[in-house]
């Protein structure tokens, strides 16, 4: 009985609680996907694909032109503090893999100046040169892979691994 | 029984003692002695006065009388041969009369309850399946779920190999009520991936009853109730003990389970119990289930006394683990779970190792217990029972940055839980229950986790009242029923995505609920009330000597638990997010169970047949896609719907010839949603099991085999989805699959188990082996059946010493 009673002492304490329970900013949050598309004698276009509006944007290339694509991973969920969550992927070569896969468009893509190399020195393409072959309309799709199987692939399947960003912009390559 | 021989001579001794008296020594003490036990007069208990010749002796009434007491004090004491004695200290100034009861001695009556043999049956209404202490102890290293599979009507929802909820009648979670020790554990509302929290050789028997039978323990129990009974403790100065080790070479593991007891003839006991078990990766019949490790620990002790008629007990609990969850079965999106239904095989096997790394799960489970129980008469008794649940569940998942070691969920339910009940033998034919049932609870999310809560904070109050009674004019009939109310108040504190708040309505259904405003985010506290009534009637009828009938109604009614309301968040494993339903309902389920049994002294047979409609069936179904930023996500939502489930469990047991036993048991579930015009999800399909067993006459060698055939299930409802896929430049739209329940399969399993009795106790050796033919077969209700098939042979050596 006494034990009892001692227990619901503590029962009446540990229901006083008047506070409310602590906001959570999500930590591992990606909200937003940015292509910065630089080219020489071209315009420059940022692109973004943003988890609130999630319209398809549209990225415009010149065929047969080259186009350095740098890739960053934001987290705008406060947008007093936005996170670049790029930094994270960097830090983490060996975990992460940029991987671009087109449709309805060829387009090839290498690694590009200042891009990041993992430890066994495969690009993670965070930078790449893109160069389109033809005209015509079409789909990039944009992924970040995490804990690949393999770095070196030339499929999404092929990699293994979590899909972690899967964001499609759709492209418009013009003569 | 209670004859003594020198009762002659003792009654010459008073009349001698009588002519002795002094001036003061006129007054007389009378009255009966009785038995405590059954208020039976006692015949031939002496009544004497300490430093006196006093004496006085029991008749076959009961009746004493003492002559010629002195005024002042007297110390009395009351002795019989088979009785605890009884010292009094009465002051004499008058003619007193003073009744004596009389307790037999504790031995005695652990003797008769021996007798008695196995357990109390909760509901003589209802057919209940058992398991004894050997049937435990042969699966000592397995979980809950797993030991009860092989009960007709038994099944468990399984996510992975080691993880398993058990499934009554198709039924789970909070549907099916787990009772250890006379209280309720509280640890299933966190969802349908997680497992109970107990270690099963804590206990010494299982009874399952399949439907709200016992309204003391709760009256939301859909499915059923599993009632978990601890040791029985020997009423005589003894220690005794009981050691297991297994080992298994599937996941090169094994556990050691030990448990000592001791105990007094004055009623006190004290017993502890210690028990380990680690496995590294199992092994599928094709490959290796990497990060299928688990590692458990538990702790246990009990302190009481118990004298039959009344008694207390305090115990203490504590359960914890370590699951690793297949590693392949963590994924990111849709796609990716389109790759691992294409695969033959996990997409990741690493060699073997004893590491749990995450995805894992991670358990404390911690109960401490009190009760007390008092048979103040024949008629009345008194149990009281108080009990504190602390649980705290903690999920960790893949995660960038470092903090793959950081919980993503991070959990701690407390509960502080009352029964109290009053029985009542009014006589031999009515008996009578009352009780009350309150419950407080408190769940927190450590936010710390940097994920948002799947659970929000919440608290939830719970008083109820049972009143239940039996009518039983003679051996062969038997009239049953009971009624219980309940009052839940569930006070949560949740944080909504304003945008979810907004499209989903409740911004304008629910503003009363609305707290404050976060931008992004919104803290709601939603209070609901629910009030539930749940009724139960049956009667159990003999026909001739050897046919049983039983007949059970049963009316339940359940709030929404609280993953069913507020569950938020994406799940890992199966590429969906999950939504609960703010304006669910309460459960209402009307079920019917018959039950037909034979017993002969070479067949048993057993036949329950049952229908079960329930009204604002509480589930889980798409609704939709979400579009994220890892593409396209089919959203589940929970909703309600009108259900109708029938079934039917078999039984037969036949004694072949002397040694030679033979039984088959066999399920069928049907389970339909009428609204949608659909079968239900996760319903298990029809099972057989069967068992031959041979007993060597010398060496008593058992030797058994044993064989399950599961069938695949054919109805299920479609729930598959539809992704867009770039193939080779071009964009294919392909169907995502999770809705075709896999094959059927049949599994074999052998035992072997030699006594060796030592010193009249009785050790065990026995050999396990389970898939015997390294079968490689998925399980439709293993949620991660997807991923990597169940587990292939396991050989398994026991060792059991009693002491």
Known sequence: MLFASFALTSLFISCDKDEDPELIEEQELITTVVLNITSDGAANQTVRWNMDTNQTPTISLQANQQYQVSISFLDESDPADTEDITEEVKEEADEHQVFYEFSGVTISYSSGQGDVTDSANNPLYLNSIWTASSAGTGTARVYLIHEPTTKTSTSRGGFGGETDVEVDFTVVVSE | ?803
């Open chain 2, 1 to 803: 029984m209670y004859t003594v021989k020198h009762f002659v001579p003792l009654l010459l001794l008073i009349l001698s003692v009588s002519t002795l008296k002094g001036q003061s020594c006129v007054f007389t003490i009378e009255g009966r002695v009785l038995d405590l036990h059954d208020n039976t007069p006692i015949f031939g208990a002496i009544i004497k006065i300490e430093g006196s010749d006093l004496f006085g002796q029991s008749d076959e009434q009961g009746y004493y009388k003492i002559n010629s007491v002195c005024f002042g004090q007297a110390r009395l004491i009351v002795s019989h041969i088979s009785c605890d004695p009884i010292d009094r200290i009465v002051t004499i100034r008058s003619n007193t009369k003073m009744d004596f009861e009389l307790e037999h001695h504790i031995n005695e009556l652990n003797e008769i309850i021996i007798l008695e043999d196995g357990l109390i049956q909760v509901n003589s209404s209802v057919s209940e399946s058992q398991l004894n202490v050997d049937q435990l102890t042969r699966l000592s290293n397995q979980n809950l779920a797993e030991t009860l599979n092989n009960i007709s009507g038994v099944s468990s929802l399984k996510t992975g190999s080691s993880i398993a909820k058990p499934m009554i009648h198709g039924l789970y979670g909070s549907r099916v009520a787990i009772i250890a020790d006379g209280m309720r554990m509280q640890d299933q509302e966190w969802g349908a991936d997680h497992a109970p929290n107990i270690d099963l050789n804590g206990f010494e028997s299982v009874q399952v009853v399949k439907g709200a039978a016992a309204l003391k323990y709760g009256g939301d129990t859909v499915g059923g109730m599993i009632l978990l009974s601890p040791e029985r403790i020997n009423l005589k100065d003894s220690l005794y003990g009981k050691t297991i080790f297994n080992g298994v070479d599937n996941g090169k593991g094994g556990s050691v389970s030990t448990r000592l007891t001791k105990s007094f003839d004055n009623g006190y006991f004290i017993s502890g119990l210690l028990n380990a078990k680690q496995f590294g990766d199992l092994q599928a019949p094709d490959y290796s289930l990497t990060n299928t490790g688990l590692k458990e620990s538990n702790i246990g002790f009990r302190l009481g006394r118990t004298k039959i008629l009344k008694g207390w007990e305090v115990n203490y609990r504590r359960f914890q683990n370590s699951t690793g969850i297949l590693r392949s079965a963590h994924i990111g999106n849709i796609e990716d779970l389109l790759r691992a239904l294409e695969s033959n095989s996990p997409l990741r096997i690493e060699p073997f190792d004893y590491e749990i790394n995450s995805p894992k799960q991670k358990a404390i489970h911690q109960n401490i217990q009190a009760n007390y129980f008092n048979q103040y008469s024949d008629r009345a008794k008194l149990t009281v029972d108080y009990n504190y649940q602390i649980s705290n569940r903690k999920e960790y998942d893949v995660r960038r940055g470092n903090r793959s070691s950081q919980a993503a969920i991070d959990l701690t339910l407390k509960t502080h839980d009352f029964l109290g009940s009053i029985q009542w033998k009014k006589d031999f034919k009515w008996n009578f229950e009352w009780g009350v049932n309150a419950m407080l609870q408190d769940n927190f999310s450590n936010p710390e986790t940097g994920v948002k809560r799947l659970i929000p904070d919440h608290q939830k109050y719970q008083a109820g009242t049972f009143i239940s009674g039996n009518y039983r004019p003679s051996n062969n009939f038997s009239w049953e029923w009971g009624f219980r109310f309940d009052q839940i108040v569930l006070n949560a504190q949740k944080f909504y995505d304003t945008s979810n708040w907004i499209s989903r309505g409740y911004n304008i259904r629910y503003t009363e609920f609305e707290q404050k405003d976060f931008g992004t985010q919104i803290l709601t506290n939603p209070r609901l009330n629910f009030s539930n009534i749940s009724a139960q009637t049956g009667f159990a009828l003999e026909i001739g000597e050897s046919v049983e009938t039983t007949f059970s109604y049963m009316l339940t009614q359940r709030a929404p638990n609280v993953s069913e309301l507020f569950s938020d968040g994406l799940h890992h494993s199966l590429a969906t997010i999950e939504y609960g339903f703010l304006g669910l309902q309460k459960e209402t389920s009307q079920k019917l169970i018959l039950g037909i049994n034979k017993k002969s002294e070479f067949l048993g047979i057993s036949i329950d047949p049952y229908l079960n409609r329930v009204s604002n069936f509480i589930f889980i179904e798409p609704s939709g896609v979400e579009l994220t930023i890892r593409g396209a996500f089919p959203v589940w939502e929970y909703q309600s719907t009108e259900v109708l489930m029938w079934g039917m469990d078999a039984y037969a047991k036949i004694n072949l010839a002397k040694n030679l036993k033979y039984n088959i048991n066999a399920a069928y579930t049907y389970a339909q949603d009428i609204l949608a015009a659909e079968p239900l999800i996760s319903v298990p399909p029809f099972s057989l099991f069967q068992q031959l067993s041979y007993t060597f006459p010398k060496s008593e060698l058992e030797i058994e085999m044993a064989h399950s055939f599961t069938a695949t299930q054919s109805r299920f409802p479609d729930t598959n989805f539809r992704v867009n896929r770039i193939e080779s430049g071009v964009i294919v739209q392909q169907e995502v699959d999770i809705s075709t329940p896999p094959d059927g399969y049949h599994n074999f399993d052998l035992y072997f188990s030699l006594p060796l009795t030592k010193n009249n106790l009785k050790s065990t050796l026995r050999l396990i082996v389970q898939n015997l033919t390294n079968a490689s077969y998925n399980d439709y209700l293993n949620r991660l059946r997807f991923y990597a098939t169940e587990i292939g042979r396991a050989v398994q050596l026991q060792l059991v010493f009693n002491y």
